[in-house]
């Protein structure tokens, strides 16, 4: 079993940025691929980013490429996503997931295994 902790969200201004964290429970996190999704009210989870078990692939949206990074730190069980030049389109409750059956990242959401419970991040035009 995998416990997930998301940390890092809040009220920012358009343009502002924002750097969300994951913290992970047990010894296999860096066999896991991670990935951050987001979910807007009234609208379905929609994959942001993710990043291989290694640390070396990582995998975006169109919406958020140049503009987000994902990166993970295995010594410390944790996955971040760094934000910048938030849009108000980017407001939305931001979940981290662990997908145990692969290492390389993707945005097929119902691979993943685990969920966190989410951070609300929202961005004030």
């Known amino acids: 079993q995998v416990q997930l902790v998301e940390a890092g969200g809040g009220l920012v201004q358009a343009g502002a940025s924002l750097r969300l964290s994951c913290a992970a429970s047990?010894?296999?996190?860096?066999?896991?691929?991670m990935g951050w999704f987001r979910q807007a009210p009234g609208k379905e989870r929609d994959f942001v980013a993710a990043?291989?078990?290694?640390?070396?692939?990582?995998y975006y949206a169109d919406s958020v490429k140049g503009r987000f990074t994902i990166s993970r730190d295995n010594a410390k069980n944790t996955v971040f996503l760094q934000m910048n030049s938030l849009k108000p389109e980017d407001t939305a409750v931001y979940s981290c997931?662990?997908?145990?059956?692969?290492?390389?990242?993707?945005?097929?959401?119902?691979?993943?295994?685990?969920w966190g419970q989410g951070t609300q991040v929202t961005v004030s035009s």
């Open positions: 997931a662990a997908d145990a059956q692969h290492e390389l990242p993707h945005g097929r959401i119902y691979e993943y295994d685990y």
């Open positions: 047990g010894r296999t996190f860096s066999s896991y691929a």
């Open positions: 990043i291989s078990s290694s640390g070396r692939a990582t």
